[in-house]
């Protein structure tokens, strides 16, 4: 049996937990990623999604150019990222200084059954420097992990992180219905409810 001495996504996010600023804003990709981190640092500043791929990283880039003074952290999946690359680019094009993409590359479609990506060796990490993300690192270690989350550069950076499949199906420690995600990211950014009308031209309302 090969062993597989690669970090697991539990021992990212947990250098993730202990590292991250108060006023951070964090998104999770679909599956795993939204339940484990759900049940290891569940706060109003997340949003988990669910049954969305790859559209972890347009939502974070909205978030970070709405919030500029918060530091946004997003965690993506490679397969996620081969969907929507666009997002990449225009992520490099935008350049908020204050996101974060983690991306779990751990060479499968995790959240559907472990499928291996058409490409699993791809540098995702060059592709996004090609993108003109310049800050973007393969990451092997926890240790190398720390270290780049330690790092004072400005982003957007993106640390392409080497992980373990994880299939097994985390049990999230709340209900993560999707309305009642936004509306708990939104009270917790402060953003405005929308009030839709019969004909159309709604209307913002805050709490």
């Known amino acids: 049996m090969v062993s597989d001495n690669r970090p697991s996504r539990g ?24 339940y484990l981190w759900a049940a290891m640092h569940h706060a109003p500043e997340n949003f988990y999604f669910e049954d969305a791929m790859g ?22 999946g490679d397969g996620g990222l081969l969907m929507h ?8 094009a935008v350049a908020p200084p204050n996101l974060t993409v983690l991306l ?8 559907s059954g472990g499928q291996a990506l058409t490409n699993a060796a791809l540098d995702l990490a060059s592709l996004a420097r ?8 393969n990451v ?17 950076r993106l640390f392409a992180l080497s992980t373990q499949p ?3 199906v985390v049990r999230p420690p709340v209900a993560l219905d999707p ?5 708990r990211l939104m009270s917790a950014i402060g953003a405005p409810r929308y009030i839709p009308t019969l004909f159309g031209g709604g209307r913002l309302a805050r709490e």
Request: some cysteine.
């Open 166 to 168: 994880d299939l097994e």
């Open 55 to 76: 559209l972890a990283l347009p939502l974070a880039l909205g978030l970070a150019v709405a919030q500029p003074s918060r530091p946004v952290f997003v965690v993506e």
């Open 104 to 111: 779990i590359q751990n060479g499968v479609h995790a959240a």
């Open 130 to 137: 090609s993108a003109a993300i310049g800050d973007a690192l």
């Open 179 to 183: 309305v009642l995600t936004k509306h």
């Open 85 to 92: 690359l666009g997002a990449l680019v225009t992520v490099g």
């Open 140 to 156: 092997v270690t926890v240790a190398e992990f720390a270290a780049a989350l330690d790092s004072a550069a400005k982003g957007p």
């Open 11 to 34: 021992d990212y996010f947990r250098v993730l937990s202990d590292k991250l600023p108060k006023d951070a804003l964090v998104v999770t990709c679909l599956g795993n990623a939204s």
